[in-house]
């Protein structure tokens, strides 16, 4: 097995009950994925009798873990760090901000026997921290910079931390991280994500259970050069899974995001 790849980075506003039971606010994307970097510690208690081992522990303790992004997003870093954002997008940082604790959610590609798969990774609560900036001035070459955030990896209370599962298609990877942060509410808000074009395709707002008619995609301008395919639920998406007047079942709230091929 190879890992090969890393995209799809989900997030979910986490909120336990008092007896310590989880729900999830719905799959949130975080933006593209550069890097993931988790960092586990365990437990390390020994104790001898009879001149001899007689326990151990290793148990997980806690973690960190490191993302970096193409974007720092003001919508989505305000939201995991509990910053107030204005509709106009200004976000308000305050010294009492306390951030929420959130599931978080990534995909692996793999290469197993000349084959793809598709590996998720699920941990159910991260609480993110502030991030340092660091901003240069153009030298001259053209260096990119992009954002990274870490935060801190905690239990339940039932003492889950991580979950993790293979698929043969992102699409099947997707819908069971989209399913782990399934949202509790009666309605799922439906949203179309131009990708590059232009124009805007109206929201949709369904109840739990109802599917959706996917948009036609008529008010998009597509990008220079490209025709429009259809949607999809990935904003890397080289392939289109949804044609217009398709049906889809939402368990949570949706972006669904233009998918381009070059004219011929």
Known sequence: MAKIGLNNL?????????????????????GKAISASASI??????????DALAESDTSFQSGTITLGVDDDREATFAEVLGHEISAEGEVTRNANDLAPWVGLGRIIV????????YKVEILYKVKFSEPSQDDNTKG?????????IEGTIATLANGDWSDSKTFSSKEDAIAFIQATFA????????VYDVNGGTGSVASATVNAGSPV?????????????????GWA????????????GDSYTPIADTTFYAVYSLVT
């Open 41 to 50: 510690s365990n437990n390390s208690a020994t104790l001898y009798a009879d």
């Open 183 to 190: 949202s509790s509410t009666s309605t799922f808000r439906v």
């Open 140 to 148: 001259e070459s053209v260096e990119f910079s992009t954002p990274s």
């Open 110 to 117: 793999k290469m197993v026997n000349n084959v793809r798969l």
């Open 233 to 244: 639920l990935s904003s890397t998406a080289e392939e289109a899974t949804f044609e217009a």
């Open 10 to 30: 989900w997030y979910s506003l986490l909120t336990e009950a008092q007896d310590g039971t989880p729900s999830y606010g719905g799959a949130k994307s975080f």
């Open 213 to 229: 008619t996917i948009a036609s995609g008529s008010e998009i301008t597509p990008p220079e050069g490209k025709q429009f395919d």
